[in-house]
T-cell receptor
């Protein structure tokens, strides 16, 4: 089975532009989470989606938004890009159990550079 | 507030030597603890996890970790390091009803031949 896939792999944008990042979860996984990883730091939680509904949101401005589609794939959108948005954006998929935590499987990430 | 501390930013070991990477957490409830590895240009791969039960957990690639509640620690160990183990290692704790992961800043491991 394919793992988590993300597209594009890399992209370069200019300040003020908009960007859309895409993620396809592992087959059978219904939950997708997004993380931002700035160089030299650990990932920071942005969003979690399950069954097309937002289930969690990290401490990010409203310029960040996401959605999940009926096939469980997901998009992360960032408006009005700032230089500080330059980072590796990671998507993680998982099953969604009734327990308090679950394993997350990460994609290779999208490297966003804002100039 | 929940937090994870990895005290060592960078560690260098010789191939064949033993390894211990430190992780301390702050979390009010029962912690769900993870170690992930990230190689250059790669995503994050789960090495091992602790949910409950035996405090010594075994993972992939010959890694193990020990949960010590009294010390709020979850240190990662490997008895003999291989050159291919050079990577960034992250400790994380699962927190909250939204099941998000809170991460440490990572430890960069270099392996000398």
């Amino acid at each position: 089975d394919a793992g988590v896939t993300q597209s594009p792999t890399h992209l370069i944008k200019t300040r003020g532009q908009h960007v859309t990042l895409r993620c396809s979860p592992i087959s059978g996984h219904k939950s997708v989470s997004w993380y931002q990883q700035v160089l030299g730091q650990g990932p920071q939680f942005i969003f979690q989606y399950y069954e097309k509904e937002e289930r969690g949101r990290g401490n990010f401005p409203d310029r960040f938004s996401a959605r999940q589609f009926p096939n469980y794939s997901s998009e992360l959108n960032v408006n009005a890009l700032l230089l500080g948005d330059s980072a590796l954006y990671l998507c993680a998929s998982s099953t969604f159990t009734s327990g308090p935590i679950y394993e997350q499987y990460f994609g290779p990430g999208t490297r966003l550079t804002v100039t | 507030a929940q937090s994870v501390t990895q005290p060592d930013i960078h560690i260098t070991v010789s191939e064949g030597a033993s390894l211990e990477l430190r992780c301390n957490y702050s979390y009010g409830a029962t912690p769900y603890l993870f170690w992930y590895v990230q190689s250059p240009g790669q995503g994050l791969q789960l090495l091992l996890k602790y949910f409950s039960g035996d405090t010594l957990v075994q993972g992939i690639k010959g890694f193990e970790a020990e949960f010590k509640r009294s010390q709020s620690s979850f240190n990662l160990r490997k008895p003999s390091v291989h050159w291919s183990d050079a990577a960034e290692y992250f400790c994380a704790v699962g927190a909250g009803n939204n099941r998000k992961l809170i991460w440490g800043l990572g430890t960069s491991l270099a392996v000398n031949p």
